[in-house]
């Protein structure tokens, strides 16, 4: 540690001294919103040192001011602990400070249930397809909905940052849910949710998910919480015959609730060869509520937008579709659905309602946490 600190204290010196030579301002770098189509730019971050600065001492630097691991979790045995859910039971209960995992890349094959005793966990992984956490629980071989989750959360608090979570289980096993959080003040950054049916299970409580890659097929994005999806990657798969993809299903169940999906920045797309018939959305609950913002819609969505619960009018006028200044083949307004409760929003005050800032209370918990976020609209 003296070695190290007596290091650093001699860097920052030197790029004192030579910030005070320098008569330009640090330049800054925008951030490009990955996944969104037409140029829309997230905050900016500053993300600059000069060229005789070894990546070493950069690294050095950085790490000076980030966040230490608790625990290390490596599926080869290099950690102290080889499963995810043994370091989860090593966390402190009701923690008041972040409590830090690293997940070494690897394959981890387990169930991770996080309760509402463990808060403030934060799970760092070695980016997507290096760390997976993977299981096919599912509806066919007997597990309800909520059990079949491959991971579960429910103590506030939870980040997680590059790590991939899935549900191997196949279209054909109905119901399987890949990640599922209660957790209030979730942020999940840079993950991936793969699956099928019901694949992201965003149960209640606050949410964020920023450059997130989401794949599955029948309402592969459902639940009742009150959740922003910022430039974020939503790729519908290859269903079974006779199937139609539902991207969205949220469960509101009372018209006055503070819950709902809002779609911003994001990429809506599907996969390369997908023949199935794909839609925004549908109603699961009475006073289902999906808005999609500034995003970009390919032409693999349906005219029409969103679809019926199962053919039936139920929730045909109760709920609140939204659909604001998206773009792409498939954000083409003429043919969508003429339903009482689906609205074209023409203006930014409306719009504003759905943004971090304001429809998850963003600005009041996400600065903590470190994750890039876009507080407006953009």
Same mark, same amino acid.
């Given at each position: 540690m003296?070695?190290?600190?007596?290091?650093?204290?001699v860097?920052l010196?030197?790029?004192?001294?030579?910030?005070?030579?320098?008569?330009?301002?640090i330049?800054?770098k925008?951030?490009?919103?990955?996944?969104?189509?037409?140029?829309?730019?997230?905050?900016?971050?500053?993300?600059?040192?000069?060229?005789w600065?070894?990546?070493?001492?950069? +690294?050095?630097? *950085?790490d000076?001011?980030?966040?230490?691991?608790?625990?290390v979790?490596?599926?080869?045995? !290099?950690? +102290?602990?080889?499963?995810?859910?043994? /370091?989860?039971?090593?966390?402190?209960d009701?923690?008041?400070?972040?409590? #830090?995992?690293?997940? +070494?890349k690897?394959?981890?094959?387990?169930?991770?249930?996080?309760?509402?005793e463990k808060?403030?966990?934060m799970?760092?992984?070695?980016?997507?397809d290096?760390?997976?956490?993977?299981?096919? *629980?599912?509806?066919? =071989?007997?597990?309800?909905?909520?059990?079949s989750?491959?991971?579960s #959360?429910k103590?506030?608090?939870?980040?997680?940052? =590059?790590?991939?979570?899935?549900?191997?289980?196949?279209?054909?096993?109905?119901q399987?849910?890949?990640? %599922?959080?209660e957790?209030?003040?979730?942020? %999940?950054y840079?993950?991936a949710?793969?699956? $099928?049916?019901?694949?992201? &299970?965003a149960?209640?409580q606050?949410?964020?998910?920023?450059?997130?890659k989401?794949?599955?097929?029948?309402d592969f994005?459902?639940? =009742?919480?009150?959740?922003?999806?910022?430039?974020?990657?939503?790729?519908?798969?290859?269903a079974?015959?006779?199937?139609?993809? !539902?991207?969205?299903a949220?469960?509101r169940?009372?018209?006055? $609730?503070?819950?709902?999906?809002?779609?911003?920045?994001?990429?809506?797309?599907?996969?390369p060869?997908v !023949?199935?018939?794909? &839609?925004?959305?549908?109603?699961?609950?009475?006073?289902?509520?999906?808005?999609?913002?500034?995003?970009?819609?390919?032409?693999?969505?349906?005219?029409?937008?969103?679809?019926?619960w199962n053919?039936? /009018?139920?929730?045909?006028?109760?709920? $609140?579709?939204?659909?604001?200044?998206?773009?792409?083949?498939?954000?083409?307004?003429?043919g969508?659905?003429k339903?009482?409760? $689906?609205?074209?929003?023409t203006s930014?005050?409306?719009?504003?309602?759905?943004?971090?800032?304001?429809?998850?209370d963003?600005?009041?918990?996400?600065?903590? !946490?470190? #994750?890039?976020?876009?507080?407006?609209?953009g």
């Open positions: 003296g070695a190290n600190f007596f290091r650093i204290l860097i010196a030197l790029l004192f001294h030579a910030q005070s030579l320098i008569s330009v301002p330049p800054t925008k951030i490009n919103v990955k996944g969104v189509r037409g140029g829309c730019s997230g905050r900016e971050s500053i993300d600059w040192f000069p060229e600065l070894k990546s070493n001492d950069q +690294k050095l630097l *950085r000076a001011n980030g966040k230490v691991a608790d625990v979790v490596a599926a080869d045995g !290099t950690g +102290k602990f080889t499963s995810i859910s043994d /370091a989860i039971r090593a966390a402190p009701y923690n008041i400070k972040t409590f #830090v995992i690293h997940v +070494k690897g394959v981890y094959k387990e169930y991770v249930e996080i309760g509402t808060s403030n966990i799970l760092i992984g070695d980016g997507i290096a760390t997976v956490v993977s299981g096919n *629980r599912n509806r066919v =071989d007997g597990w309800e909905t909520h059990q989750a491959t991971f #959360v103590g506030q608090g939870f980040i997680a940052r =590059d790590i991939t979570f899935e549900n191997t289980a196949g279209p054909e096993k109905q399987a849910v890949a990640f %599922m959080s957790s209030d003040r979730t942020v %999940m840079r993950c949710f793969r699956g $099928y049916q019901d694949t992201l &299970y149960s209640k606050r949410q964020f998910y920023r450059e997130c989401i794949k599955g097929t029948i994005i459902f639940g =009742d919480g009150a959740v922003v999806f910022q430039a974020c990657d939503i790729l519908a798969r290859q079974l015959p006779g199937q139609q993809n !539902t991207i969205t949220q469960g169940k009372i018209v006055n $609730y503070a819950s709902g999906f809002s779609l911003h920045l994001c990429n809506i797309s599907v996969e060869g !023949t199935t018939r794909t &839609y925004l959305g549908r109603p699961w609950k009475e006073y289902s509520r999906t808005i999609i913002m500034k995003s970009y819609i390919s032409g693999a969505i349906q005219p029409e937008g969103w679809l019926p053919k039936s /009018a139920f929730a045909l006028d109760t709920l $609140y579709y939204g659909e604001y200044m998206n773009n792409g083949p498939g954000a083409k307004l003429g969508r659905v339903w009482p409760g $689906y609205h074209v929003i930014p005050v409306q719009a504003n309602v759905f943004t971090v800032a304001k429809f998850i963003g600005d009041t918990w996400l600065p903590s !946490t470190g #994750v890039k976020y876009m507080g407006g609209l």
